[in-house]
């Protein structure tokens, strides 16, 4: 008579694939003291991030030990024999009502579990309101900015946190598609032209950690993972503040657009220029020859290359035509160099700039 009451066997490996799932879920759930594979977590709810990472790998090690478990067990159990004919069945199972009520509750509750678990975390990270500071972050191509209140215009260097103070993080792109990422924070969130997208934290740990681009935005996509997160004590954070209020203090917080007319060169500072090439020009444009390209052109003797007496653009290299390609930007063969307002230059940044390309020789 044929049965499909399960034999020794399946009750046998039933026991070894339990200790197996114990063994690997024990591992992940010890694996920071075990084998640390994160950076500690610099803040909160880093932590809880932390706290859910293990318990879905643990979780996920018990389910991954039983069904493939089971799957090889029963392939080799219930196989062909020798002697079996060729067309040889196997035996029909159906209307189990007890095994598929539980093979129904029982996935159900591990999923309502999870998205438990996820939620309320999501709900800290992203909508549980905070008091503290208020930050923005605008993707570029390809770098960030920042905006603190009462700073006019955008911070260009780093985004400085005090310690131990929620944020409130607002995220949005100016060209297309961004992600920022602080691994060390377990902080991440698209950011995309048009929309904020919020993440609420509080960092707890001083330090200095790595903001990464993680959404493919163009060739210099790689290149964004130079700016840092610098949580300090607040002194020192105040110190770094009032020293960008005062710096910007001068710039206009409208948005960046193209000037019309002509732009007064006179006076452009070389260092102020060069500090600004490396910000917002080095991502596309070499310090080499011309034929040196990232994106464009390598611009060394850009004013002052023989072989290259004109411009892309097929103007003559003169200062004013330089400052002309910077203010109304140019789209040749090798592609899009992006005009006044993309670049977010003022008037007095093209000078700078123009004065600095002039010294390349
Ligand atoms: C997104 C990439 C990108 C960025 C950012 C960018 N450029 Fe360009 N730039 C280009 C491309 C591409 C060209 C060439 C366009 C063509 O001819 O097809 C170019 C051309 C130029 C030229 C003309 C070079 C020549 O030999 O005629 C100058 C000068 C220049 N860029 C300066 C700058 C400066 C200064 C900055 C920083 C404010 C900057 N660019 C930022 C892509 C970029
Ligand atoms: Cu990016």
Redesign the pocket.
Known sequence: METNKPGRGFWVTTAILAVISIAGALYFWLMPSVQPWLPPEGGHPGDQVDWLFRFMASAAAVLYTFVVGYVIYFAIAYRRRRGDPPDALGVHVHDNTKLEIAWTVVPTLFVIVLSILSIKIWYVLQVQPTNGLVVESIGR?WYFTFRYPNVNGEVTDAMHLPVNMPVTLNLTSDDVIHSFWVPDMRLKADMIPGMINTIRFTPTRVGRYQIICTEFC?T?HSTMEKQTMVVQPMPAYLAWYHDWQQRNAHVSNAPPTVTSGTIALAGGNVAAGRA??SQ??S???ALGP?EQRI???G?RG?LHDES?P????GDE?TPAD?AK??QNG?????????NQAQ?G?SNKDIAN?VAY?NTLK
């Open positions: 191509q163009g210099g600004l090439f917002k020009c991502a596309c444009h011309f994106v464009g052109p611009l850009v290259h004109d411009l892309v653009d290299a330089v390609i910077l140019f789209t040749g063969s090798m592609g899009h160099m992006p670049n230059l700039l390309l």
